[in-house]
């Protein structure tokens, strides 16, 4: 009769860390809330804190601790697969528009004008910086940081600790949300790289026209002030991506989450 209490509160810290394993594996991989800015300590607790809430309501759904310690460390693998799937689906809009303003950095002659990304610790164009920090204000304006938390924590009402199913169409389903989100974000930067490119075809007519103008000492002016002309002028076209990133997002999550119950 001793041996009750230990056994019924180990598998509870057994339950509470399978519940934890899944979001700490959705932390590690979104953009911004996995940022290495983010104090560990910080990500931690807040780790913790969405786990405690998500606890009860497993407990009144009659979840059950695994029996030995091979069948926890393979729910545990489970579970940190599952979080890095919704960790990897949430950040594929920002990768996408990080790729599109480093290809307009670089029409607007930025390549060498680098900066350091705060969020990846990685060498960033200065456009390539501007249009990420810009996604995620209206990420979180848009409430998109809460979207992508409701969608995780559903995934405990739909499918069970260390039972998600892990098998091709999942993986597929994945790589139909990258096309779409990578697409969409890219389809962002397309009006300005396109003009950028025209702006330079017309530098090369100018440079044949006429060789006597020094073509490298205005085309870097002109270049930048027409891409930052139209930046701001493409600003709407960003924000609507980034809208219908958000609803897309909500509708891929759902997707992935009945394509995990067993």
Known sequence: SDRRPVEH?????????????????????????????????????????????VFPGLMRGG???????????????????????????????????????QIIGN???????????????????????????LAVFLFLVLGGHFLMVRGLCATYDAVPLGGA??????????????????????QAAAPVAGAMFLVTLGMGFVSRAVPQVNI?????????????????????VLAYVVARSVDRLDAGMATVTRLLIP
């Open 107 to 133: 029409k607007m002659g930025f390549s060498m004008a680098n900066s350091v990304d705060p969020f990846t610790e990685a060498e960033v164009t200065l456009v390539e910086e501007f249009k990420f920090f």
């Open 9 to 53: 509160w180990t598998g509870l810290l057994l339950l509470f860390a399978l519940v934890l394993f899944r979001i700490a594996g959705f932390l590690a991989f979104a953009t911004f809330l996995g940022s290495r800015n983010i104090p560990a300590v910080a990500k931690l607790v807040f780790a913790v804190c969405l786990s405690a809430l």
């Open 216 to 236: 490298m000492m205005i085309s870097f002016p002109v270049q930048i002030t027409v891409g930052l002309v139209l930046i701001v002028v493409f600003l709407p």
């Open 63 to 101: 979840a059950r601790a695994p029996d030995t310690l091979g069948d926890f460390v393979a729910f545990a693998a489970i579970e940190t697969v599952v979080g890095i799937v919704f960790g990897f689906l949430s950040s594929l809009l920002f990768t996408g528009i990080q790729l599109g303003g």
């Open 165 to 186: 199913r892990l098998d091709a169409a999942l993986w597929q389903e994945l790589s139909a949300q990258f096309g779409m989100l990578f697409l969409a974000a890219l």
